[in-house]
């Protein structure tokens, strides 16, 4: 204990000369710029600096010579080629190899081995919320899952519509069903 008392008080002692040093090289420092910065200015007020930078413009002259272009009212204007049947062949391969499914997250309303009370809980989220519902088993337990969030954003905010009904329901990483 003495010895923190010593080290404190040296410490103290040391602090405080190199605060006044800082503070009378900062006032110093002050008076000098201030000093200096009146000639500055009274010999920058005098004199202007003017140059002529018009030289180094681009200059650009009017092109009078081009010829508009006018298109006959008789000539018609469209596609030379349908390519409806080329685009709907690609978006009818690319709907047939798309996932139907994919990670996401759910929301578990019910986890427990009574099959009559998963389809009663099954019931009353479909009734509360816009979501699918689905009953998944697992023996020997019937499990109810809520929505097919993509992120756990969304699942937190279907999370938050049932969360009063169901105070036991829980968001849970699943497999997905991807609506297109």
Excluded: W
Excluded at 64 to 70: D, E
Excluded at 80 to 88: F, G, H, K, L, P
Excluded at 137 to 164: H, Q
């Amino acid at each position: 204990m003495p010895f923190l008392n010593i080290f404190f008080s040296k410490m103290n002692k040391i602090m405080n000369k190199s605060i006044s040093q800082v503070f009378s090289l900062t006032l110093f420092a002050a008076l000098f710029s201030c000093a200096s910065g009146v000639s500055q200015k009274s010999t920058s007020s005098k004199s202007t600096i003017q140059e002529d930078l018009s030289q180094f413009r681009p200059k650009y002259e009017k092109d009078t010579s081009a010829a508009t272009v006018v298109i006959p009212e008789e000539t018609p204007v469209g596609a030379t080629a349908d390519v409806s049947a080329q685009i709907n062949k690609k978006l009818d391969e690319i709907a047939v190899n798309s996932p139907t499914s994919a990670k996401g997250f759910r929301v578990m309303l019910y986890s427990g081995n009574s099959k009559d009370e998963a389809t009663m809980v099954k019931e009353k989220a479909h009734i509360l919320t816009k979501e699918k519902v689905y009953i998944e088993y697992r023996a020997p337990n019937f499990r109810v899952k809520a929505g097919d969030a993509i992120n756990r954003l969304e699942a937190n905010y279907l999370y938050g519509e049932l969360k009063n009904d169901f105070p036991n329901a829980v968001i849970v990483p699943d497999n997905i069903n991807i609506n297109y």
